[in-house]
């Protein structure tokens, strides 16, 4: 008899582990990929492509009835007579009243001034940078265009600045405030600079109002978001400690709140100037005078000289105050009248401040009443027109072939073609596939459907295929900013002495206006498209390179050091953990190198770039309701572009992400990368339970 098998003796069958190789997402890529292209191909053989112009609607008809009515009523309508004609004039005697009163300074006595004012905020050094740049644009012989570009600067500044700080503090000590505020400055953001000139333009007519309201609203948004951003980043313990002391709201604001926020303020203060700079550049095309109009003339004129040295004259005042004001918001003065030491020697802030204004002072009336000239000597004065108009010709002469060949090709092998297969492909595909990518990577159906409508409204606007010009442009300037950001990111990343090389360059660049990069371009490659592609990729580098270097370089140490514990190379280390971990930061360069390239490519409509640009010109000059609606397209394909690439550097389910890179897209702004390099989020780390949700 069988005896049965205690419990014990039972033989169990062996589970044996079956691995399971990990799919390659390149499999799904590539069908998702051939999908795309066969629906592609199917929607271009069965229907016609572009917007129908049955959908479309005369959209510019009501603004040109507007502007017909401002004509009609500007002398009868009390909106006019009591408010806006009193505003221009207002702004008008202001204005000319501080180039008055700085030419009587004589030229002499602006030259110390700032030195002064450089020195005492922001160290000797700056000083003589102050001196030598004033100098600089006297000797160039733009002496009294550059004051009239200072003038309207120290005009628009001042009222950016007393509206945005204060409004900046109440937002930073009031959640709601700030994020009722949140979406609009998101949108005065993404609009780039060009178009604001257009609706100011309907009200005022051209001159310097609306150089001057334009500048304020396209300024307005880094004072406001940075003084925010200060007063939410003070610590919590430091405001309890406050609070333990019986201290008054008013106290706490004026003794806790703003010496912590103060970094953040001044780096506003030193943003709401370089952008403020950008835009009185670029109003020169509304008719304001200034340094922007000497190379506005220069280009239209093809004399490449006159428009260089406008350029070199703008860099210049750029670079004085990108660099002071810098400077001055590093300084450590967190001692309330801390010495200042000069010359081995400690004294008093006051006495140096005296000091400052007496120097000013002497010069003025060395200036006026020794020298007796108030404009700057011709004898200085340096002419580069002629010289660089001759050395241009030799230079065309000489590779005017190659800059034509490359030109050529830009033109038949990329911009062309993708212009076509844009028209080409029917308008609902284009929108279609816009929402889809805008709900693949966001994994939000709001978004994807804002992205379809917005894209369809450009079409019913009537502007469809300048909105496809743009585009084709942008992608092209993106995928070589791109195949040229990330490597060289990655390389200054891996090498200490690659990074210190191209600080000073990056600097430089970030410093410029965008209207600048135009000049160099245009003496090789002259009008058209192809400047405007190679400048916005070039303006482009900047954010790509630095926002790579500071993803790459967060990556946590132990997190390498636990891959080359496990014998991984370096090119190991770099793909499987640097690049994954340094992802977020690199698609934020992404981001920032597409908006960034968008706004010069709009403004390159000033020299023949086509597009949605060049109606901004045409309606600025002829038609202003059509370069209204050229603005708002501007701004519809602006949203999209931003929405879709943050999104993707989000990651899928964060693209309603409260929390958003300080640092933004437009501006010649040192800011963006210092928001990546010191990991800033406009949203503060808070407490939980105590923050927004």
């Given amino acids: 008899m069988a005896i049965p098998l205690r419990e014990v003796d039972r033989i169990q069958p062996a589970v044996v582990p079956v691995a399971h190789e990990a799919e390659s997402p390149w499999r799904r890529r590539i069908i998702v990929a051939l999908a795309i292209v066969a629906i592609c191909a199917l929607g271009i053989i069965l229907f016609s492509g572009g917007f129908p112009s049955s959908l479309t609607v005369d959209s510019a008809k009501p603004f040109n009835a507007f502007d017909d009515w401002v004509i009609e009523n500007q002398n009868t309508n009390p909106l006019f007579v009591d408010f806006l004609v009193p505003l221009r004039h207002g702004v008008n005697a202001v204005f000319n009243g501080l180039v008055t009163a700085l030419a009587r300074m004589t030229w002499l006595g602006v030259v110390v001034t700032a030195a ?132 008054t709201t008013r106290q706490l604001l004026g003794k806790i709140q703003l010496p912590f926020a103060k970094p953040s303020i001044m780096l506003g203060v030193n943003q709401t100037i370089m952008m403020a700079l950008g835009i009185v550049v670029i109003a020169s095309a509304v008719g304001f005078r200034g340094l922007g109009r000497e190379v506005l003339d220069g280009l239209e004129n093809q004399d490449v000289g006159t428009a260089l040295a406008g350029g070199l004259a703008i860099v210049a005042l750029a670079i004085v105050l990108d660099r002071v004001t810098y ?126 409508l917005l894209l369809a409204t450009i079409g019913v606007l009537g502007m469809w295929a300048d909105a496809t010009d743009t585009l084709s442009q942008v992608i092209v300037a993106v995928a070589v900013s ?41 003496a090789l490659f002259h009008v058209g498209r192809v400047p405007g592609v190679i400048a916005a990729l070039v303006y482009a580098l900047p954010p790509g390179i630095r926002l790579t270097d500071a993803g790459i370089r967060q990556v946590p ?105 300080v640092g933004w897209s437009f501006g010649p702004a040192r800011w963006r990368a210092a928001a990546a390099e010191e990991g800033v989020s406009e949203t503060p780390t808070e407490e939980p339970g105590k923050g927004e949700g």
């Fill in 116 to 247: 002064a004012i450089a020195g005492v905020l922001a160290g000797w050094r700056m000083a003589i940078l102050a001196a030598v740049g004033f100098l600089a644009m006297g000797v160039l012989g733009l002496w009294e265009a550059s004051l009239e570009t200072l003038a309207l600067m120290l005009f628009a500044v001042t009222i950016s600045l007393a509206i945005g700080i204060p409004v900046g503090i109440y937002a930073g000590r009031h959640p709601a405030v700030e994020r009722v505020l949140r979406p609009v400055l998101d949108a005065m953001q993404t609009i780039p600079a060009f178009s604001y000139l257009v609706p100011v333009v309907l009200l005022f007519s051209i001159g310097t109002t609306p150089a001057l309201i334009a500048t304020v609203l396209f300024a307005l948004p880094p004072s406001i978001r940075l003084t925010s951003l200060g007063i939410r980043l003070v610590p919590e313990s430091a405001l309890e400690v406050g609070r333990s002391f019986g201290t």
């Fill in 327 to 452: 400077a001055w918001s590093k300084r450590d003065d967190t001692k309330r009248g801390a010495p200042v030491h000069l010359f081995g020697r400690d004294f008093p802030r006051w006495v140096v401040w005296v000091g400052a204004i007496a120097l000013a002072a002497i010069a003025i009336g060395v200036g006026r009443q020794v020298l007796r000239q108030q404009d700057f000597p011709d004898a200085w004065v340096v002419g580069i027109a002629r010289p660089v108009n001759d050395v241009v010709d030799a230079i065309t002469r000489t590779i005017g072939g190659a800059t034509g060949a490359l030109s050529d090709f830009i033109v038949r092998y990329l911009l062309d073609p993708i212009r076509n297969l844009l028209d080409g492909l029917p308008w609902w595909l284009l929108c279609g596939g816009a929402g889809v990518l805008a709900w693949r990577v966001s994994r939000s159906i709001g978004l994807g459907i804002l992205s379809f």
């Fill in 482 to 522: 791109v195949a040229l950001a990330i490597p060289i990111g990655i390389w200054s990343a891996r090498n200490d002495t690659v990074q210190r090389m191209l600080k000073p360059i990056l600097d430089v660049m970030q410093t410029l206006p965008q209207f600048v990069y135009l000049v160099p371009v245009i």
């Fill in 557 to 661: 140490t132990e997190t390498v050091e636990a891959a080359e514990a496990f014998g991984a190379t370096p090119n190991q280390i770099l793909r499987k953990v640097q690049l994954p971990l340094a992802r977020p930061s690199i698609l934020l360069g992404v981001n920032q190198t597409i908006m960034m390239v968008l706004s010069v490519v709009i403004i390159a409509g000033l020299v023949g770039g086509g597009g949605l640009g060049y109606r901004v010109v045409v309606g600025l000059n002829h038609d202003p309701g059509a370069g209204m609606v050229a603005g708002i397209c501007i701004l519809l394909l602006a949203i999209v572009i931003d929405r879709v690439t943050q999104a993707l550097g989000q990651g899928p389910g964060m693209a309603s992400s409260r929390t958003r890179t």
